[in-house]
Structure formats: structure tokens, C-alpha cells
């Protein structure tokens, strides 16, 4: 559920503040895509968007018809958008996001690198993941083992 509530308060970024990227980073094209936009059934910011008032939706009108919208991406007339990207740390490189979500941290291979990308162009980072040993699950532990509120 914590993928939904990010993706709901991104969804919200978009609409309300001017040419706002925000990437979404997970495991494969196709959950990216389910994310987002999505492919047959709709993706989790598309649900959102289409779940809101209709007058917010006058108010903050998409680039096109949701439904031509690419599953990984969804624009905003305001200048924002929403893209879905797969795993590796090149996916990143090619954006300057202001919010960077790494969504299954624990299973993204590269996922140290693409963090690395991104931590210079995006004003906010959140990485969101079930426990499972990885680089995310090192991270968290060195910050409880420190003591130190992160």
C-alpha cells in the first residue's frame, strides 16, 4: 500500500506544481508501466487521476486523453509528468527528476547506482521495499545500528 500513497502524493506534485518530473524506478518495464499509465489494466497514477474529482481534473488537464497516453508516461498541460522506468542506474542518467522513486529497492539490480544518479538532480528521493538482503537492506541497517534518526 505504500507504493499507492507514494504514487497518489506524486500524483498531487504533478498537478499542483509546475514542471515537476518525477521518475518512477522499479524491477521491470512492465511494473513501471503498471505504475503509471498501464496496459490492459490501468496503471496506479491513472487510477488516481481518474478517481478525483472531475473539477480537479478541469483544473489540471492532462497533455492528451489518458487513454493515449504511453503506459509508461503520463504529462500534464502544466509542464509535469509521470514516467515509469526499469531497473539500472542509465534509466536515471537520462532525467533530472524532482522526486526519484525507487519502488522494490531490495530487487532492483543496480539499485546503489541508480540511487548515486540520482541523489545530484532530484530535489527528493524515496525508495520503498519489503526486506530482502540487498544494498536498501545494508542502508537501513547502518542507519539503525547508528542511532542515528535518517
Same mark, same amino acid.
Given at each position: 500500500m505504500l507504493s499507492w500513497a507514494v504514487v497518489a502524493d506524486s500524483v498531487h506534485l504533478a498537478q499542483w506544481t509546475p514542471n515537476s518530473h518525477i521518475i518512477i524506478q522499479?524491477?521491470?518495464e512492465s511494473k513501471?508501466?503498471?505504475l503509471v499509465v498501464g496496459k490492459g489494466i490501468p496503471g496506479y497514477a491513472r487510477?488516481?487521476?481518474e478517481q478525483q474529482d472531475e473539477c480537479l481534473k478541469v483544473m489540471h488537464p492532462l497533455t492528451k486523453s489518458i487513454d493515449d497516453m504511453p503506459g509508461n508516461l503520463m504529462t500534464w498541460q502544466n509542464g509535469s509528468s509521470i514516467r515509469g522506468v526499469p531497473s539500472g542506474a542509465d534509466q536515471v542518467r537520462q532525467y533530472h527528476p524532482a522526486r526519484f522513486i525507487m519502488d522494490e529497492a531490495?530487487?532492483?539490480t543496480e539499485a546503489a547506482a541508480s540511487y548515486d544518479a540520482a541523489e545530484p /538532480?532530484? @530535489?527528493?528521493?524515496? /525508495?520503498? @521495499?519489503s526486506a530482502a538482503p540487498s544494498w536498501f537492506g545494508e542502508t537501513v541497517m547502518k542507519v539503525l545500528e547508528s542511532g542515528v534518526p535518517g
Open positions: 522499479s524491477e521491470r513501471s508501466i503498471d487510477v488516481i487521476w531490495a530487487f532492483l /538532480v532530484a @530535489s527528493q528521493i524515496i /525508495v520503498i @521495499s
